[in-house]
């Protein structure tokens, strides 16, 4: 497959660590955010969503942080794994039905 | 049902040729959302539906394309007269209004060659 993410920041990490990956959003109305993770050649895999009124929400190995103060994003995988190895992408919308706007990516590489 | 499904997953096309791909959305989920994504870029947004009405068209939505969704259910997007620039990943995705589920789903895309 080819190589997604030519241009994008890089974050490498070793197997076991936590990562942090961060995300400054556009737009102060935004409403509603997403992570998502995207595999070479495959569309964006939904990790985990927080609406404007929560600072945090956890999953399972995943937190996400929202700081509407300085409209940022962070996510951050615990115990990160081999299979986390992908593009990470921070998303967007006004109100949740409308459309995504997507910021750049990360790549996350994870090193055994 | 398992999630959205896209078909072709690939194509391939010469120049000037006109190309259809089809959408089939979670079937409970009323909004259908369409998007370009080319290499070391985040998707961008084409153009959504609720239900048969369009309700939303990017500025990136020239003439040559098209989308509907006749019935409410799938999708089509057509490109007409395709051009090298239209090569990219097209992605749709569909999301629940009802509130009790969460999220935009995806799917795996139709990868476009256009030479």
């Known amino acids: ?112 | 049902d398992t999630g959205v499904s896209q078909d072709p997953r690939h194509k391939i096309t010469k120049r000037g040729q006109n190309v259809t791909f089809r959408c089939d959305p979670i079937s409970e989920h009323n909004r259908l959302y369409w998007y370009r994504q080319t290499l070391g870029q985040g998707p961008e947004f084409l153009t959504y539906f609720q239900n048969e009405a369009q309700l939303e068209k990017s500025r990136l939505l020239s003439d040559r394309f098209s989308a509907e969704r006749p019935k409410g259910s799938f999708s089509t997007l057509e490109i007409q007269r395709t051009e090298q620039g239209d090569s990219a990943m097209y992605l749709c995705a569909s999301s629940d209004q009802t509130g009790k589920n969460y999220g935009y789903t995806f799917g795996s895309g139709t990868r476009l060659t256009v030479v």
């Open chain 1, 1 to 112: 497959g080819e190589s997604v993410g030519l241009h994008l920041p890089t974050l490498s990490v070793q197997e076991g660590d936590n990562s942090i990956i961060n995300c400054a959003y556009s737009n102060s109305a935004s409403d509603y955010f997403i992570w998502y993770k995207q595999e070479s050649g495959k569309g964006p895999q939904f990790i985990i969503d927080i609406r404007s009124n929560m600072d945090k929400r956890q999953g399972q190995r995943v937190t996400v942080l929202l700081n509407k103060t300085v409209k940022h994003l962070s996510l951050q995988i615990a115990a990160t794994q081999p299979g986390d190895s992908a593009v990470y992408f921070c998303a967007e919308t006004l109100r949740y039905g409308n459309k995504l706007v997507f910021g750049a990516g990360t790549i996350l590489r994870v090193k055994s």
